[in-house]
């Protein structure tokens, strides 16, 4: 049995989201001395809102690991999807990404979200000398692929060397 935060918190889940099911939905929020209706969406700035929004991508990484290939990593509202295959399967690696980025799209539309391309990239990590990149596209765009990520603060590079994280902090300590 799979034990869910939730469940360890002793919250009802059910209840608990049947009442906070109005409070994204069918606001009124002033603007310049007028009021607008908000149908769609999570109110910010409020103590809820981060845990609201835990609550309604709590699916959303089983989803994507459902096919026992694939890992996820959820920050807040950054989402790190990785799958490691050996040299010689790495055809398999554009095939197992492609259909994992097909999941995302298919649960973003079921639920109203969408992924940002302009901030999302790939990247291959390997220690070998041949460069593989394999064409990963979401929603019939190609993601585009990069040499140096920025995750959580740390620089990683595609042949996992600390070299550009070390010249990241040392740029940022010297502002």
Known sequence: MKITPLKVLRIDADNTLRQSVAFPVHRIV??????????VG???STVISPILFNIFINDLPDLLASDG????ALFADDLAI??????????????ILNLTLERLHLWCIKNNMTVNLKKTTCQFFTLNRQPFS???VYNG??????DVSIYLGCALDNKLKWTKHAELVVSKARK
Not at 69 to 72: E, K, M, P, R, V
Not at 141 to 146: R, T
């Open 134 to 136: 394999p064409q990963l």
């Open 141 to 146: 765009m190609p993601v585009q692929q990069s």
């Open 42 to 44: 999570r109110q910010e």
């Open 69 to 72: 290939l694939t890992n996820t």
């Open 82 to 95: 990785w799958c490691s295959t050996p040299k010689r399967d790495q055809s398999k690696l554009n095939t």
């Open 30 to 39: 002033p603007v310049r001395f007028q009021k607008i209706s908000v149908g």
